[in-house]
């Protein structure tokens, strides 16, 4: 289960790594980050970027809720495949602050948009002189995370495998019962 878990973070960090490096990710987000939203140009930006890049990683089983580009410099959410998070900021948000200088994987924590436990993994999107223009972050979905840990061994019908925070609240759903996360 170890080994697994790490494979799968692992695996969604290697696929936000290599969309941040797309041609057309650098080029959308860096028009979304220097044009005044409404313009034009910003718009077809969006649009395209959400379409063609970041609409399709949350169909993939087992990846992301959601994919979103934010501003490096006010930690605003310029696009994103859940369009009712654009305009909202991220500023203190560790996946923010520490994905404008490397890939970074947030534990899970309690996100209050969503009102639920959340993972996210983030990195920055660098123009050809190696200038953070954006910050692109995937929430993931931690249902996969659920499955992994529930996967029975067959070593005994009794097996019940689950993880913890250093506070010792569950992260994943325990067998004996239902929303425990973070309680």
Request: aromatic fraction near 10%.
């Amino acid at each position: 289960k170890s080994n697994e878990l790490n494979r799968w973070i692992e695996s969604n960090k290697r696929s936000i790594a290599e969309l941040a490096q797309r041609p057309l990710i650098v080029e959308y987000s860096t028009i979304l980050a220097s044009h005044k939203s409404g313009s034009a140009e910003y718009e077809k930006a969006r649009e395209d970027v959400f379409r063609d890049h970041l609409a399709p990683r949350v169909k993939i089983k087992g990846g992301f809720l959601e994919v979103f580009i934010i501003c490096p410099c006010h930690g605003i959410v310029l696009a994103s495949s859940a369009e009712m998070q654009e305009g909202k900021y991220r500023t203190n948000q560790p996946y923010f602050v520490e994905g404008k200088e490397r890939t970074f994987v947030q534990g899970v924590y309690y996100s209050l948009p969503l009102q639920q436990p959340a993972m996210t993994i983030s990195t920055p999107i660098l123009n050809g002189q190696g200038n953070t223009v954006a910050v692109l972050a995937g929430l993931l979905d931690l249902s996969e995370l659920s499955s992994i840990m529930s996967a029975q061994s067959g070593l005994s019908q009794s097996e019940d495998t689950y993880l913890v925070n250093r506070s010792n609240f569950f992260v994943t759903e325990p067998h004996f019962g239902t929303n425990f996360a973070l309680k």
